[in-house]
């Protein structure tokens, strides 16, 4: 699913740090940790964080506020 579709109702305005769990092709359910200010922020590092490690965007499993 998006990021946007796995953080509804998880993200925040008032920002905070995040787990977002995805499908790593090369070895199955992942994760990784982002501070973000907003679900705008947040989007922004996930997005570059996919295309720095050619990863799907639609790949989120789940998004939890640490």
Excluded: H
Excluded at 21 to 33: A, R, S, V, Y
Excluded at 39 to 58: A, V
Aim: proline share 2%; charged share 25%.
């Amino acid at each position: 699913m998006t990021l946007r579709e796995a953080a509804k109702g998880v993200v925040t305005a008032y920002g905070g740090t995040y787990y977002i769990g995805f499908e790593n092709p090369e070895i199955g359910e992942d994760q990784t940790m982002f501070t973000a200010d907003n679900l705008k922020d947040l989007e922004m590092l996930w997005n570059d964080f996919c295309e720095e490690n050619g990863f799907r965007k639609n790949s989120v499993t789940y998004v939890e506020r640490v």
